[in-house]
């Protein structure tokens, strides 16, 4: 089964862009596997708590990816 994982900043997508996602997310597979693939692939949009993740060392907050 196909599987795809975004993590997210919470509250930074809409659930209109979220569904973006999962929809192109399985398009994508779809294209690679085969539409056998299709009805199969499981794609995850978890929104991670502010301030719960980081890049080289570095906590990131959702102001600071947005340039606030």
Do not use: C
């Amino acid at each position: 089964m196909p599987f795809a994982n975004f993590k997210v900043p919470a509250g930074s997508l809409t659930p209109e862009q979220k569904e973006l996602i999962v929809h192109r997310t399985t398009d994508l597979y779809a294209e690679i596997y085969g539409e056998q693939a299709r009805p199969n692939t499981m794609v995850l949009v978890e929104e991670v708590a502010d301030g719960g993740w980081g890049i080289g060392d570095h906590v990131l907050t959702l102001a600071q990816l947005q340039g606030d």
